[in-house]
């Protein structure tokens, strides 16, 4: 069985809308997959926002779950871990460190290409350091700086938008980024023998 954490800031609006949709489509299709979310920022308990619960019940998708804080135990349980952003990737990051080789932006996991996953991880490299130097008091270089803004152009983003606050139109076009990005995501994982 495989274990899939799915992270956003306040696990109130993408996060839970990919675990209900990822829970609904791994289902539809017989794997065995657990699936659960969790925010970077935000307190256990808080209800799905009311658009994001709407937008699921159009697409008679069920989702009972609260908000919960991202916490070590979720980490740990965790096989494979996809955030909505590259932002929360690196906070998640930034806290567990460990958990670098399992996790991805959803996006970067669902359809990445080879020659744009050395970039990544090149960039993500120089941002590790760059943490580094930062706690040491230490500065960047010059040609490390210049590298990763070269970098950072040539990546596609691989962020999926906040809705928050926004209309039911918006919440819609977030959740249908998020089924396809699913769908890709177990394409791969039926391919990868995760069934």
């Keep these: 069985m495989k274990r899939i954490l799915f992270v956003c800031t ?3 609006c993408r996060s839970p809308m990919a675990e209900a949709i990822m829970r609904d489509r791994a289902a539809r299709r017989s794997l ?8 970077v920022s935000t307190v256990d308990g808080m209800a799905v926002s009311a658009n ?3 937008t699921l019940r159009r ?10 804080v991202l916490a070590e135990s979720a980490v740990q349980w965790a096989d494979l ?14 806290r567990f460190p460990s958990a670098m080789e ?3 932006t959803l996006l970067e996991y669902a359809s990445l290409d080879e020659q744009t996953a050395a970039k990544l991880a090149e960039l993500e490299r120089l941002y590790t350091e760059w943490q580094m130097k930062q706690a040491l008091g230490q500065e960047v270089t010059d040609a490390d700086r210049t590298r990763m803004i070269e970098l950072e152009r040539q990546i596609p983003g691989f962020d999926i938008d906040d809705p928050f606050g926004g209309p039911l139109h918006v919440y819609e076009s977030c959740a249908a980024q998020i089924e396809e990005a699913v769908e890709k995501l ?8 995760h069934s």
């Design 59 to 68: 697409k008679q998708i069920a989702h009972n779950g609260t908000s919960r």
């Design 52 to 54: 994001a619960a709407e």
């Design 10 to 12: 306040g696990n109130t």
């Design 102 to 104: 399992k996790t991805h």
């Design 186 to 193: 177990l394409d791969r994982l039926a391919k990868d023998g």
């Design 32 to 39: 065995d997959i657990e699936v659960r979310s969790a925010g």
């Design 81 to 94: 871990i996809l955030t909505m952003t590259a932002s929360h990737k690196r906070s998640l990051l930034g």
